[in-house]
């Protein structure tokens, strides 16, 4: 993982200092590009996208915010408990949402969601931990078609052979071979693993780069401007470029998942690497969902204001290297090699997975 990701581009890109902050989602139009902050020297500050409908960016004091708009109820909800928490990446702000959602602050409904959701949660983690121990197992030589033949198995001597040649095979500790695997389990979390027809459910980061991937390829419509054009065609480029990152990330993350006895036996260099690569995925892809709605939007929208309107999404893309820069580049030679990881390490899962599911159908 560590070798991958530190190579060409992405070794570039994510060595430069990149836009710090987390879209906060509130529900006021003129705040649905707002950021939260942590400036060094002024603290928590609200970065406005877009605040004046012309790709204007505006600053101001985190705790002043509530001075510029009328905010909802869930709005001042939201800016209190981001500004209380400090909130200043996404996987903050998310954490903020969550604990608003389950203290009823969001509403009945909100609570409910949230609660089956940490539910859903912990229990496909679980099954991720599940996958990777076996996926471990069968690259050290276990049978696994031996072991979940029968549920019996996993208590039988067929179990201790596996384990005793799993933790020969990786020269640690069976304890620590567990510990490793469950934090990898969490860490993984906001990606998930691929799999065939999406059994081990993706994280939603890896969902959210195939929502890019899925526009940039979607909003070539014919629109009668020509500026409009030119501008809708900067947007789906940028669009491509972020999928192309994002999916030389992941297909980095599913190599280590791929490679995992390597992975295991190298963690204490490997975890800081993924935590990393995960951290800047989702800044990277963080204000996306917001940009995607501005262009449908316009294009919803009447045909004489969308050159003007199309330009004004341009100005607040998040700046990236070139498109044309990221095909010469190994990590990303692009979609093929992607494409083989994914598939190699889809296979293997879901093959695990059937013979969890054909256990799990056994045992009841």
């Known amino acids: ?82 500004g209380a928490r400090k909130a200043s990446t996404p996987a903050q702000v998310r954490a903020v949402i969550s604990d608003l959602a389950l203290s009823g602050a969001l509403g009945t409904d909100a609570k409910v969601r949230e609660s089956e959701r940490i539910g859903v949660e912990q229990s496909r983690r679980a099954d991720v931990e599940l996958v990777l121990i076996l996926h471990l197992m069968d690259r050290c030589g276990a049978v696994l078609t031996t072991l979940l033949a ?45 799999a065939a027809d999406e059994m081990l459910h993706p994280g939603w980061l890896r969902v959210l780069h195939n929502e890019i991937d899925g526009f940039s390829r979607s909003i070539d419509v014919p629109l009668q ?46 975890l800081p690497v993924i935590t990393q690569a995960i951290d800047r995925l989702s800044f990277l892809l963080d204000e996306w969902p917001s940009l995607i709605k501005s262009v449908h939007d316009v294009l919803r929208g009447p045909p004489d204001e969308m050159a003007k309107q199309l330009q004004t999404v341009r100005t607040i ?20 090699k992607s494409l083989s990881i994914s598939c190699a390490l889809s296979a293997r899962l879901a093959t695990i997975w059937s013979f969890i599911r054909s256990s799990r159908s056994i045992n009841h």
């Open 150 to 194: 029968d549920p019996t198995h996993w208590r039988d001597v067929h179990a201790t052979s596996a384990v005793t040649a799993t933790v020969a095979a990786m020269g640690i500790g069976r304890q620590i071979i567990a510990k490793r695997i469950a934090e990898f389990a969490t860490v993984l979390t906001p990606v998930g693993l691929v």
């Open 317 to 336: 893309l998040p700046r990236l290297p070139e498109a044309d820069s990221l095909h010469g580049d190994c990590t990303l030679d692009g979609d093929s």
């Open 1 to 82: 993982m560590a070798r991958w990701v530190g190579t060409g581009i992405i070794r570039n890109w994510f060595a430069q200092n990149r836009t710090c902050g987390a879209v906060v989602p509130f529900e006021d139009p003129a705040l649905r590009m707002a950021r939260a902050c942590d400036d060094e020297h002024d603290g928590l500050i609200a970065v406005l996208r877009d605040f004046a409908n012309n790709g204007t960016a505006y600053i101001v004091p985190w705790a002043s915010l509530p001075l510029m708009v009328t905010m909802t109820d869930r709005d001042l909800a939201l800016h209190e408990a981001v």
């Open 225 to 270: 401007s020509p500026d409009a054009r030119v501008h809708l065609t900067a947007i789906a480029e940028s669009a491509q470029t972020v999928a192309q990152l994002s999916g030389a990330v992941i297909s980095a993350i599913d190599y280590a998942v791929l490679d995992i006895g390597g992975t295991i036996r190298r963690w204490d260099a490997e």
